[in-house]
């Protein structure tokens, strides 16, 4: 959703941040997501994530 921004704005802080969650609550696809993201991060926004 934050990620490609449908229905708020795209946020890859906040896309970063939920995918992380999830991957720690044990979603199979959390960490790919998490790391699909973060190719088009800074190490700044990812820091803050």
């Known amino acids: 959703m934050y990620d490609n921004g449908k229905g ?6 906040y896309a970063h ?3 992380n969650i999830t991957a ?6 959390g960490a790919q997501v998490r790391d699909i993201i973060a190719k088009d991060m800074t190490p700044s926004q990812i820091e803050k994530a």
């Open 8 to 13: 708020v704005l795209q946020d890859y802080v």
């Open 17 to 19: 941040m939920w995918a």
């Open 24 to 29: 720690s609550n044990g979603e199979k696809n």
